[in-house]
């Protein structure tokens, strides 16, 4: 069974402090990696697909990584308004769904 | 606004009743997912329908049941509620039948409460 561990749960930040979340991921058959942002009250939001290890994508001050046992989101210079729970997901063998982490909650003190 | 659309957002209710959560897909999205949210157990998939067919199962309960109809829509039928069935219930679209893109468009959610 797919498996996906993000850590830590929770993560505070001082505004400007950079940090990373991270997301361990044991699967058959890795398809994709996927970044989410999910808002207090709102439906997840995607952010990022990396497929193969050694694959970087970046938006503003976020910016993932993969390797063939997991991947960080690296954020940098962080903002009040980075502040939301980020999922990781991935999407292996033959099946369609994705199998989400529980997410890492992240606020940025201003 | 992801154009998911989802009813009704908040809804309570009795154990042992049923309930139906309704889903509107981005238009020209053919794939409808459910999932199911709770503080324990994070985003858990629930189904997937490709216009009009099963297409995946997950931990679905046998409970629930759902269906996508011809114009796309989709509803979550619970019944026989429990307590635990007290979670946030997210539709997803995407125009594909594979989640190889992973970029799903989810809703804002039904949040359900049993009492």
């Known amino acids: 069974e797919d498996q996906v561990t993000q850590s830590p749960e929770a993560l505070r930040l001082q505004e400007g402090e950079s940090s990373s979340l991270n997301c361990s991921y044991t699967?058959?058959?890795?398809?994709?990696l996927f970044w989410y942002r999910q808002d207090p009250g709102k439906g997840p939001e995607f952010l990022f697909t990396?497929?193969?290890a050694g694959e970087e994508k970046e938006k503003e001050r976020l910016k993932a990584t993969l390797t063939k046992k997991e991947s960080f989101l690296h954020i940098t210079a962080p903002k009040p308004e980075d502040s939301a729970t980020y999922l990781c997901?991935?999407?292996?063998?033959?099946?369609?769904?994705?199998?989400f982490g529980k997410g890492i909650t992240l606020s940025v003190r201003p | 606004d992801s154009g998911v659309t989802q009813t009704p957002k908040h809804l309570i209710t009795a154990t042992g009743q049923r309930v139906t959560l309704r889903c509107s897909p981005r238009?020209?999205?053919?794939?409808v997912y459910w999932y199911q949210q709770s503080l324990d157990q994070g985003l858990q998939f629930l189904i997937q329908?490709?216009?009009?067919?099963?297409?995946a199962k997950g931990n679905i309960l046998e409970r629930f049941s759902a269906q996508q109809f011809p114009d796309l829509h989709s509803e979550l039928n619970l019944s026989s509620l429990e307590l635990g069935d007290s979670a946030l219930y997210f539709c997803?679209?995407?125009?594909?039948?594979?989640?190889?893109?992973?970029?799903?468009?989810f809703g804002e959610g039904s949040r359900l409460t049993v009492l």
């Open positions: 997803a679209s995407s125009p594909r039948h594979g989640g190889n893109t992973g970029e799903l468009f």
């Open positions: 699967v058959s058959g890795l398809r994709g």
């Open positions: 990396l497929y193969s």
């Open positions: 997901a991935v999407h292996a063998g033959a099946n369609s769904k994705l199998t």
């Open positions: 238009s020209g999205d053919l794939s």
């Open positions: 329908y490709y216009n009009g067919e099963e297409r």
